[in-house]
């Protein structure tokens, strides 16, 4: 079967504290946070941007994270104003996954990567892993 893994990656700045945490991470910090995106399909599409379906999906709706708040991204956001639940990484990646879902055509396997800091990292998927 044609399979298609695009893969993206980004950065952004953002600030969070963890609510009920009992250390220093329960304080407003701040951290640059790096994504990967990973987008398979079996089958091309077309997008906003392209009619013929030559695409898994356009990358720049891959990256919507990395802009600022005011254009619907996390860059420089205070995260636990943009989120409904507490901001860990585990999270934010699983709001960036859903959000992305939206934003990209149907039958695309999404796998999400959020690092906090360079040691720390976490994986969000909705597919059986
Ligand atoms: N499973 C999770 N654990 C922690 C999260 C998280 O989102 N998920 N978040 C934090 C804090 O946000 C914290 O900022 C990260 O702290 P830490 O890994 O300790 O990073 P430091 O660079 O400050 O590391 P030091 O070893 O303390 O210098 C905590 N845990
Ligand atoms: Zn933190």
């Known amino acids: 079967m044609p399979t ?3 893969h993206t990656e980004f950065k952004f700045d953002a600030a ?3 609510e009920g945490y009992d250390g220093k991470c329960g304080n407003m910090h701040g ?8 987008a398979k399909s079996h089958k091309l599409n077309p997008s906003k941007y ?3 379906d030559d695409m898994v999906c356009d990358f720049r709706e891959l990256k919507w994270a990395a802009k600022s ?9 205070v ?7 507490n901001p ?6 699983e709001f ?16 999400i990567t959020v690092w906090e800091t360079e040691t720390c990292w976490v994986e969000y998927t909705e597919d059986n892993v």
């Open 4 to 6: 298609w893994t695009l």
């Open 16 to 18: 969070h504290f963890i």
């Open 31 to 38: 951290h640059t946070y790096k994504v990967h995106v990973s």
């Open 50 to 52: 392209l009619d013929t």
């Open 69 to 77: 708040p005011k254009k619907g991204g996390l860059d420089h956001a």
């Open 79 to 85: 995260l636990n104003e943009e989120l409904t639940v």
């Open 88 to 93: 860990t990484a585990e999270r934010i990646a």
């Open 96 to 111: 960036i996954y859903k959000e992305t879902m939206q934003r990209i055509p149907d039958g695309i396997s999404l796998k």
